[in-house]
């Protein structure tokens, strides 16, 4: 009984549009014949130009057989799947033209091409002026970004290579930075890091801080698997490119303006450009500082702070400096 389908796969009554759409992008599975989803094609194209004045792209929208091709929608590959040795409790198969979502072949190819050279991983000469920390977090977040994009791939197992190619690629740039060999820093860097899953090996640095919890940053320990549930709508934060001196300063927990060690904390602004408009009376220490520096964040006193966000500047460094003098 088993080799008959439950349905007749060739009902030519059967009718089916699903439609699905992401800003100005769409997608549309119909079931149904060639010429019925030429139609449907041109009626959109018609009902655009003329009602909103716009146009389809002859080289984006395009009209795909699932079983024999994938169509190309955010990023992800999007086809039929079909097995016939994937059964449910009851002997059932479950897997007959069920829709698979996969990570397209060019998008893996793209993604480590950026940390190759020559066909083999090599370092990034452009993040040799960063600390280790900035460095590990980087790889980290350009890794985690990837692997919760495609979490429901079926495919998502091929994002190993991907990982591989990225690890190489940072223990180069750290043993290059460090005048050391590639060996050494991984054996200085190797370590487990618990996950909901268990303990997954990784790449880690440790900088411990005198009376306050250690800066981590981790490479790795990222779960490959699928998951079932729809992906969670958020704003991405752009990442905010940071130098060395940023964990030094963290470190030093010295407030820049007056240099007390109390209560430090990180004034941020959202672009240099607002610190250096024309008209403006004569800048305060705290902003001649991230001027100079270039640096969108500035660590500060609680009073300091204070000052900057109730616009009370003043020159504290200056005058204590003042009233040392005899």
Not at 199 to 206: A, G, I, V
Not at 210 to 223: I, M, Q, Y
Not at 270 to 289: C, F, S, T, V, Y
Not at 308 to 325: D, G, I, M, Y
Request: proline share 4%; glycine share 4%.
């Amino acid at each position: 009984m088993q080799q008959q389908p439950s349905v007749d796969p060739n009902d030519e009554e059967y009718r089916r549009l699903r439609y699905v759409r992401y800003a100005d992008d769409f997608l549309l599975g119909y079931a149904g014949t060639m010429a019925e989803a030429t139609e449907i094609k041109d009626k959109i194209a018609a009902f655009l130009e003329t009602s909103l004045h716009l146009t389809l792209s002859a080289d984006k929208t395009l009209i795909t057989h699932a079983s024999m091709g994938r169509a190309r929608f955010l990023g992800y590959e999007i086809g039929t799947m079909n097995s016939q040795t994937k059964f449910d409790k009851v002997r059932r198969r479950v897997v007959i033209a069920k829709i698979g979502l996969y990570i397209p072949e060019d998008v893996l190819e793209k993604k480590r091409k950026r940390y190759l050279r020559d066909g083999k991983a090599h370092h990034r000469a452009e993040l040799m002026n960063d600390s280790e920390y900035d460095i590990i977090t980087r790889y980290q977040w350009e890794y985690r970004g990837l692997v919760e994009y495609y979490p429901r791939a079926q495919n998502l197992h091929s994002l190993r290579q991907v990982g591989y190619t990225m690890e190489t690629s940072l223990l180069k740039t750290l043993a290059r930075k460090g005048s050391t060999t590639v060996v050494k820093t991984h054996k200085r860097l190797k370590s487990m890091t618990q996950t909901p899953n268990g303990p997954r090996k990784c790449l880690k640095l440790t900088i411990p801080r005198a009376g306050k919890k250690a800066l981590v940053a981790t490479f790795g320990g990222l779960l490959l698997q699928r998951k079932h549930t729809a992906i969670k709508d958020q704003v991405l934060v752009p990442y905010i490119r940071r130098r060395s001196e940023i964990v030094e300063r963290l470190l030093n927990d010295t407030c820049e303006v007056c240099g007390s060690k109390e209560h430090i904390q990180m004034h941020h602004v959202r672009h240099l450009a607002d610190l250096n408009k024309k008209g403006r009376r004569e800048k305060p220490l705290w902003m001649q500082i991230m001027i100079a520096r270039k640096r969108k964040s500035i660590p500060l006193c609680q009073r300091c702070h204070m000052d900057v966000h109730h616009n009370r500047p003043k020159f504290r460094k200056t005058r204590r400096l003042e009233s040392r003098v005899p």
